[in-house]
Nanobody
Framework: QVQLVESGGGLVQAGGSLRLSCAASGRTFSSYALGWFRQAPGKEREWIALMSRSGINRYYADSVKARFTISRDNAKNTVYLEMNSLKPEDTAIYYC???????????????WGQGTQVTVSS
């Protein structure tokens, strides 16, 4: 099993940047595919950035492509989400997820953090 704890959320003005971190417990971090999801008020949780175990496969939702970057540091057991050019519509709770069996996490993946709030003001 793996436990995930997100950090780095906050309030930022439109056009600004934030970097989210997700620290994982356990000694097998490198064996997990990782991803970031978000859930805005009144909306379903959606995937935004996904990464395979090797880091070779990375996928981005169209809404964040070219603005957000997912990365991982296996030595630190941490996955990051670098967010640039933030927009008010990026306001949501951001969650990291891990999956030991699939190429990338999905909404049904078993391991989730508690979430971190990102608010972008106009």
């Amino acid at each position: 099993q793996v436990q995930l704890v997100e950090s780095g959320g906050g309030l930022v003005q439109a056009g600004g940047s934030l970097r989210l971190s997700c620290a994982a417990s356990g000694r097998t971090f490198s064996s997990y595919a990782l991803g970031w999801f978000r859930q805005a008020p009144g909306k379903e949780r959606e995937w935004i950035a996904l990464m395979s175990r090797s880091g070779i496969n990375r996928y981005y939702a169209d809404s964040v492509k070219a603005r957000f970057t997912i990365s991982r540091d296996n030595a630190k057991n941490t996955v990051y989400l670098e967010m640039n050019s933030l927009k008010p519509e990026d306001t949501a709770i951001y969650y990291c997820a891990a999956d030991a069996t699939l190429l990338v996490p999905t909404i049904r993946s078993p391991y989730w953090g508690q979430g971190t709030q990102v608010t972008v003001s106009s």
